[in-house]
């Protein structure tokens, strides 16, 4: 399985970025998917989760009300659309894929790993 992330850039304070992830090898439609970032010398953090059927989501406090995650399970794509941009979004961006959508908020319980990509807020 490989997960391909897509979309991150500069974009100004206050700005809108929205991030894709295609999966490719398998279907993922009954994986939990969700997204996590990192800034050097921290460690990754959770940043949002859907479940395989898109009812339930969940967010990091630190996004809630400004990012909202969706899924498209016939394109294998998840997406994390980002409004309200602040400079301590930077970070680059993981997509990820778990069997089980409990536990999501934790690295070490993920099945699958993207590339990264960068997101840059500038002030």
């Known amino acids: 399985v490989q997960l391909q992330a897509s979309g991150g850039g500069l974009v100004q304070a206050g700005g809108s970025l929205r991030l894709s992830c295609a999966a490719s090898?398998?279907?993922?439609?009954?994986?939990?998917m969700g997204w996590f970032r990192q800034v050097p010398g921290k460690e990754r953090e959770f940043v949002a989760a859907?479940?395989?059927?898109?009812?339930?989501?969940n967010y990091a406090d630190s996004v809630k009300g400004r990012f909202a995650i969706s899924r498209d399970n016939a394109k294998n794509t998840v997406y994390l659309q980002m409004n309200s941009l602040k400079p301590e979004d930077t970070a680059v961006y993981y997509c990820?894929?778990?069997?089980?959508?409990?536990?999501?908020?934790?690295?070490?319980?993920?099945?699958?790993w993207g590339e990264g990509t960068q997101v840059t807020v500038s002030s």
């Open positions: 090898g398998r279907t993922l439609s009954r994986y939990a």
């Open positions: 859907i479940h395989w059927s898109g009812g339930y989501t």
């Open positions: 990820a894929a778990a069997e089980t959508y409990s536990g999501f908020y934790d690295p070490r319980h993920m099945d699958y």
